[in-house]
């Protein structure tokens, strides 16, 4: 049964920083496409970040670009979410995902049928 567990969510001031972590098991993951999306009280769930299965392609929201930095470690089945920066408006549920075809190219779009998901992991950020 695949598994994406994350990690790494709590409670900061503005203008400090949090790592999140997610962990898959299950699943080798190191061809897949991985991401993170987030999902504010009353909004829509909205891309954040994703990275390709080598590490060396990503894409960023605008709203994020400059203070999030994804990243991956294929040998621990992980990726990683850097959020330096952080802003009032950064709180939310962050979810991880990570897509089942291998190889596939990066998107932003809001997939489930492709993605496997996590059950998310609570930023607040305090201003």
């Known amino acids: 049964q695949v598994q994406l567990v994350e990690s790494g969510g709590g409670l900061v001031q503005a203008g400090g920083s949090l790592r999140l972590s997610c962990a898959a098991s299950?699943?080798?993951?190191?061809?897949?496409?991985m991401g993170w999306f987030r999902q504010a009280p009353g909004k829509e769930r909205e891309f954040v970040a994703t990275?390709?299965?080598?590490?060396?392609?990503?894409l960023y929201a605008d709203s994020v670009k400059g203070r999030f930095t994804i990243s991956r470690d294929n040998a621990k089945n992980t990726v990683y979410l850097q959020m330096n920066s952080l802003k009032h408006e950064d709180t939310a549920v962050y979810y991880c995902?990570?897509?089942?075809?291998?190889?596939?190219?990066?998107?932003?779009?809001?997939?489930?049928?492709?993605?496997?998901w996590g059950q998310g992991t609570q930023v607040t950020v305090s201003s």
């Open positions: 995902n990570a897509d089942k075809r291998p190889f596939a190219p990066v998107m932003t779009m809001l997939d489930y049928e492709n993605y496997y």
């Open positions: 299950g699943h080798t993951f190191s061809s897949s496409v």
């Open positions: 990275i390709n299965w080598s590490g060396g392609g990503t």
